[in-house]
């Protein structure tokens, strides 16, 4: 009974000691000495291209990232997929009884060097904003005295090289102080998120028991608009369409065949038009089936401190779609969205042609309660009912003179969505350590509107996720001139120095 006192008192002291030793004033100043120490690694990361279309840009990427994890005495294992690796880096503690997995991403968007006002969007820029609103771009030596909104702005900056960049640097403050987490880290690294990680399924699948942990935290995403400190619960998932439709064989003169051959961006215009009504919701039958909006969940939504006033004067709308009634509600539900659009030639290519074809890419938002192949297929059976003959390659000769209306239909489900209680083992953790380092309880969000491949760790792997977002809304992510805030990024660091010195 003796010993078991004297236990009970050394572990209380020792949990005091921990709470006093990363405070909340104590990971303010371990954020900001490890915000201004890591601002060349950031710099240096960001400056390799991270494209995933180009194979060896990426194989830099897994090498850097190789060499970061083993420097900070992490093992690391290449998981070998049909085109580039994934990278899992792990470090074990003996005495640890849980494991926690984290998702970092690696690759970028596509750039367009033209619509970047810098030099490249490899060669990260220090830049400060002007009072009409512009970016002046500063020598990077300013950035030992920077200024909390000041912002680098490179590809990646936000999503999602940034997080990556914070989280080797809160390993190293937390190395610095001589302490170690009570649990097990595993760090998996995906280098292809940007192409719908279509490897990641069979890789996971394949990795069971490498890959076998307690729980798993995403390191993406931007934090609630009012940038507070925040945890979001879930995301949507994600399938993509691409739909074609024809008009003459090439393109024609449009004074010899206005009138005469087919516009087929006329018909594709129609056809796409046709799948929503004037409100931006889906017409398709059955589209929203299996969503509903009970009164427990219509109180979590309402418990993020959104301002819809705000949303839409930062985005200049005028008016929004009403698929919900305000936004959180809306990003409950599938979407169907166009993402892009070609026909013709258009500006200083501009001609004065019928064009040969026309083509949308769709890309359609998924959530749980929604069969992704029962979507796909609701949509294609649309567009049959429009009376296309639809195929899935480039129509013949005889099937397009055999129809009126052809269309080329293909897709691909890239992953689904997931969703993990407030009050899970995971959740209820990381709540705590947010609230130590804040001092205030987090905004929870209940699902993200964006999609990340995370269902099949949640899937194949049994565990529950959550995503710690730490960037800013506004970082032009998927854009040209994407940045991050160094107010975030600092802040980032924080974050994560709490969760890891947080006792699971």
Known sequence: MKHTSVFLFLFLL???????????????????YYAKNSFPLLRELLSIPNDATYTSDIEKNVQWCENAFQTRNFTTTRIQTATVPLLLAERINKKAKKTVLIYLQIDGQPVDTSRWYQKSPYLPALKKQL????????????????????RVFARSASDAKGPVAMFLAALDAIANEQFEPNYNVKVIMDFEEELGSPRLP???DENI?????????????PRHISNSPTL?????????????????????????????????????????????????????????????????????????PDDENQIRDRLQLGSVDKVGR????????PSLNIRGMQSGWINEKARTIVPGWARAEIDVRLVLESD?????????????????????????????????????????????????NFDSEVGLWLRKATKRAYGKAPIMIRMSGGSIPISPFVTTLGIPAVTVP?????????????????????????????????EL
């Not at 970016?135 to 990077?140: Q, S, V």
């Not at 028991?209 to 995403?221: R, Y």
């Not at 480039?394 to 969703?419: C, D, G, L, W």
């Open 326 to 333: 305000y936004y959180q509600e809306s990003i409950q539900y």
């Open 209 to 221: 028991k490498l890959l076998k942990s307690d729980m798993l935290i995403i390191f993406d995403g």
């Open 232 to 304: 979001s619960f879930g995301a949507r998932g994600i399938a993509t369409i691409t739909l074609t439709t024809y008009g003459p064989i090439v393109a024609q003169h449009s004074g010899h065949f206005g009138n005469y051959a087919p516009n087929p961006a006329l018909r594709l215009s129609r056809l796409l038009a046709s799948m929503k009504d004037d409100d931006g919701k889906v017409t398709i039958p059955e589209f929203y089936d299996g969503v509903s909006i009970d009164m427990e969940t219509e109180k979590i939504l309402k418990a993020v």
């Open 372 to 420: 992704p192949k029962k979507l796909i297929h609701l949509i294609k059976q649309h567009i049959i009912d429009k009376g296309y003959y639809v195929t899935d390659s480039i129509p013949t000769k005889a099937e397009r003179m055999n129809h009126a209306k052809v269309a080329t239909f293909s897709s691909e489900i890239s992953y689904q969505s997931f969703r993990t």
């Open 470 to 502: 730490t960037v800013n809304r506004d970082n032009n992510q998927h854009s040209p001139n994407e940045n991050i805030r160094l107010g975030n990024y600092r802040e980032g660091i924080k974050t994560m120095i709490a969760i890891l010195t947080e």
């Open 202 to 204: 069979k890789a996971v």
């Open 14 to 32: 020792t949990i005091i000691a921990l709470g006093q030793k990363f405070d909340q004033n104590h990971l303010d100043s371990l954020s900001e």
């Open 131 to 150: 009072p009409d609103g512009t970016w002046e771009e500063i020598d990077w030596e300013n950035i030992k005295d920077y200024n909390d909104n000041w």
